[in-house]
């Protein structure tokens, strides 16, 4: 049985936690002419909803991905009126807001990590199960590869780059056969790549785990993208985007971008003033109110039905007050 498309369709995509997401975010949004900043729009899943349940609101969508840009903009077209697009990387939306005359806004969405898109379509290279050329940027028309780190790197700065951002136990020695595979034939293909991972791997440790290959490629793709430095920048300048009472959330599926989140918010909801003083000094009390205990996780049924969901991980906080 069909039945027509409704705003919450993304093709095959199924937005991560989305009714939670939505009902955090709701009571910022309910506020006649609120803004709602998604800083991930990807296919724009989470923004339709939103869209469609708040009639007045207004959205500012970031992706640095020009082909995700336009697949959203198609989709999310009976909201024209309603939508800005901006093909940036999200640690511009500070300038962005001030350039598009928003000063606060009411809302800021993070979905972290790789799309739907970027990882169903074999040619873009993310996903080891398919050969593909070893780009991996998720704007394609800028910065470097997949290729040029695996070809390029030392193999002691490749070591660091899997230790750190796959948290590969084996980081050194998957280098090391990289190296020596390389200077024979440089690698260009992701089916290579994956290949050599799994025979640099001991044999028992390949047969719990999934694929031996995903923690190098998630790696490569942090690397690539400069995601982490990317989202250092741009949670605090988030935070300083939202009005008084507005609402940040955060979806990450990485352990290094879930302790980035949490030292944010953490931090914005803890007092400067020094321990054992009878009353909070102005200026001193916490600008921002936690709205999850630690990391919410997705549910086992949303899991079992879209297992991409189930290294999520949300953190969400309130703003209390202007800075000082």
């Known amino acids: ?39 991930t ?28 840009l336009a697949l959203a903009a ?26 598009l005359g928003h000063e606060r806004v009411q809302g800021v969405l993070f979905d972290l990590g790789v799309s739907s898109l970027q990882l169903d379509e074999a040619g873009r290279g993310f ?37 750190t951002y796959g948290e590969e136990r084996f980081a050194r020695r998957i280098a090391d056969a990289v190296v020596r595979e390389r200077a024979r034939d440089p690698f260009t293909g992701t ?23 995903k923690r190098t490629f998630q790696a490569l793709r942090m ?10 920048r741009a949670l605090p300048a988030a935070v300083g985007a939202l009005a008084v009472g507005g609402r940040i959330v955060v979806l990450s599926y990485h352990s290094l971008e879930d302790r980035a989140v949490k030292r944010v ?20 009390a916490p600008v921002l109110r936690l709205l999850t205990r630690g990391a919410e996780v997705p549910s086992a049924e949303e899991v079992a039905a879209n297992p991409r969901a189930a290294a999520a991980k949300m953190r969400a ?8």
Do not use: C, K, W
Request: proline residues 7%; negative net charge; aromatic residues 4%.
């Open 74 to 99: 198609r989709r999310l077209a009976a909201y024209q009126q309603r939508t800005t697009f901006v093909h940036a990387v999200y640690d511009q939306i500070g300038d962005v807001l001030g350039d």
């Open 191 to 213: 089916a290579r790549l994956a290949e050599l991972v799994r025979a640099s791997i001991p044999a028992a440790t390949r047969r719990t785990g999934g694929h031996p290959a």
């Open 41 to 68: 729009l990807g296919l724009g899943g989470h923004s339709a909803t939103l869209l469609d349940r708040f009639s007045d609101l207004r959205l500012v969508g970031f992706d640095r991905d020009p082909q995700a």
């Open 1 to 39: 049985m069909t039945r027509e498309p409704g705003p919450a369709d993304t093709g095959g995509h199924v937005p991560v936690m989305l009714e939670r997401v939505v009902s955090v975010l709701a009571p910022a949004l309910e506020a006649p002419g609120a803004v709602v900043v998604d800083a």
């Open 265 to 284: 918010l953490v931090r914005g909801a803890t007092s400067t003033a020094p321990p054992d003083l009878p009353v909070e000094p102005p200026g001193t």
């Open 127 to 163: 996903a080891y199960s398919q050969d593909a050329p070893l780009d991996m940027r998720m704007d394609q028309s800028q910065g470097i590869t997949a290729a040029d780190v695996v070809n390029g790197y030392a193999a002691a700065d490749l070591a660091r780059v899997l230790r």
């Open 317 to 324: 906080a309130q703003r209390l007050r202007d800075a000082a």
């Open 223 to 232: 690397e690539v993208n400069g995601e982490l430095a990317a989202l250092e």
